[in-house]
Structures are given as structure tokens and as C-alpha cells.
């Protein structure tokens, strides 16, 4: 699979994609999408097969804030390239790839990028049923997440880097 960083030519494939991964009330929304691709386009990964056919992405802004918060999803103007927390949006893997460990190879990615840049670590929220997902990739379950985001109840994930 090759893992590279979102283009606005890949937009429509990419509202696509979250609309099919997510229900209407989570999903991000083709203008959302376009705002993130706007303003943090190096913090949007996409990985595809051999055919060039779209299998996961991964998206999220870099904040000083430790905590994910509603308003993030809306704002793009909360990302701060000099942040100490890389935030993840949404992991979306395609069903016919899904449980074949494609959306772990994009998040592994997303992970390396943030360890590299400095980051303290990596936050997201997910439900409940995906908590042993992300803890295989070292996450730490903090417990119920105040983001409201979509109706859901949303559980907050951290991934701390090591500071020698």
C-alpha cells in the first residue's frame, strides 16, 4: 500500500469515503474535508493500492490542547504546526479492506510523522467498541470523552512519546 499525504484532487473520494465509513451525524462533510485540506495538508494521509484505489485515511490537526474538543471538527484554524498534540479525526478504512491491518499501516504512519515532528504524542476519540484497536498501537484509554461529536458517546485515546 502506498501511504502519502491528501491532495485536493483526492476530495471527492475522500467525502466519499467518510460518508460510506461513518454515519451522516459523524461523517465530515465535503466542505469540512476541503477546509482541513486547506489549512493542514501535511497532516492529512491517504493510503492506496497498487490500482490507485482509495483504502484508509487518516486526518487531524496539531494543537497546543490536550484534550479533542467539538469545536476542533469545525475550525480548521485550530491547527497550530508548532503544537505540542497531534490530533486524529477519524481513522476511515474502507469496508472491503477493513481486518486486514491497512488502517493500522496509515495510523502506524500518522504515529511516526507526530514521534518525528516532536510531538508529546497522539490524542482521538472512538467508540467503545474500537478501544482495543488503537490500544494494540499503545494508546491509553482516558476514559469518556466530553466531545459530543455526532450524538455519540466517544471514549478519549492518548498515545504519549517517550522523552529521553
Excluded at 471538527?73 to 498534540?85: C, E, K
Aim: aromatic share 10%; with cysteine.
Amino acid at each position: 500500500m502506498d501511504i502519502r499525504k491528501a491532495e485536493i484532487e483526492d476530495l471527492d473520494e475522500l467525502a466519499n469515503a467518510a460518508a460510506t465509513c461513518f454515519p451522516a451525524a459523524e461523517a465530515a462533510s465535503k466542505e469540512r474535508i476541503a477546509g482541513r485540506l486547506a489549512v493542514y495538508p501535511d497532516y492529512f494521509w491517504v493510503g492506496r493500492d497498487e490500482s490507485h484505489e482509495l483504502i484508509s485515511f487518516a486526518v487531524g490537526p496539531v494543537t497546543k490542547e490536550r484534550d479533542l474538543t467539538d469545536n476542533m471538527y469545525a475550525d480548521p484554524s485550530v491547527h497550530d504546526p508548532d503544537g505540542d498534540w497531534q490530533m486524529v479525526f477519524c481513522l476511515c478504512t474502507m469496508p472491503q479492506h477493513r481486518r486486514k491491518g491497512l488502517g493500522g499501516l496509515v495510523l502506524q504512519r500518522l504515529i511516526s510523522e507526530a514521534e518525528e515532528k516532536g510531538r508529546k504524542g497522539v490524542v482521538l476519540a472512538c467508540k467503545e467498541e474500537k478501544i482495543p484497536f488503537y490500544e494494540k498501537y499503545g494508546f491509553v484509554n482516558e476514559g469518556v470523552s466530553k466531545s459530543k461529536h455526532g450524538g455519540a458517546r466517544w471514549y478519549q485515546m492518548r498515545l504519549t512519546f517517550d522523552k529521553d
